[in-house]
């Protein structure tokens, strides 16, 4: 369970990190695509905020956080899946391990005990 809230606090953490440097490009002016870089900024923000909250309600016992942290587990592991295949880059590598490590880790009898209404 504290390796599942803590990943997804990790994760959340990693992408508002992301959206900084997003907004750095973008006032620097060594990003032109305005429109792009700020949905990508407020997508990751918003992710960000959701990861936060399941994480929390993890930690809580609630179930309602198992559903949007597998969801990001499976989106960002496609992500990192085709990252490598065009890339090769062991950043890839590392983001998918950890999808698949959290995303197994939900579906373990402890977390979903510890999430299920008594």
Same mark, same amino acid.
């Given at each position: 369970?504290?390796? %599942?809230? +803590?990943a997804a *606090?990790l994760?959340a953490?990693a #992408?508002?990190?992301?959206?900084g440097? &997003?907004?750095v490009?973008?006032?620097?002016?060594r990003?032109n695509?305005?429109?792009?870089?700020?949905?990508?900024?407020?997508?990751?923000l918003? %992710?960000a +905020?959701?990861l *936060?909250?399941s994480?929390?309600? #993890?930690?809580e016992g609630r179930?309602? &956080?198992r559903?949007?942290?597998?969801?990001w587990?499976?989106?960002?592991g496609a992500?990192?899946?085709?990252?490598?295949?065009a890339?090769?880059?062991?950043? +890839?590598?590392a *983001?998918l391990?950890?999808?698949?490590v959290?995303?197994v880790?939900l579906?373990t009898r402890?977390v979903v005990?510890?999430?299920?209404?008594?």
């Amino acid at each position: 369970m504290v390796v %599942v809230a +803590a990943a997804a *606090v990790l994760e959340a953490v990693a #992408l508002v990190a992301l959206t900084g440097w &997003g907004v750095v490009q973008l006032v620097t002016g060594r990003q032109n695509a305005v429109g792009v870089v700020l949905f990508l900024v407020v997508f990751g923000l918003a %992710v960000a +905020a959701v990861l *936060v909250g399941s994480a929390r309600a #993890l930690w809580e016992g609630r179930r309602t &956080g198992r559903a949007p942290v597998a969801t990001w587990q499976l989106l960002q592991g496609a992500t990192a899946l085709a990252v490598l295949q065009a890339t090769g880059s062991p950043v +890839a590598w590392a *983001v998918l391990v950890l999808s698949a490590v959290v995303f197994v880790l939900l579906l373990t009898r402890p977390v979903v005990a510890h999430t299920v209404p008594r």
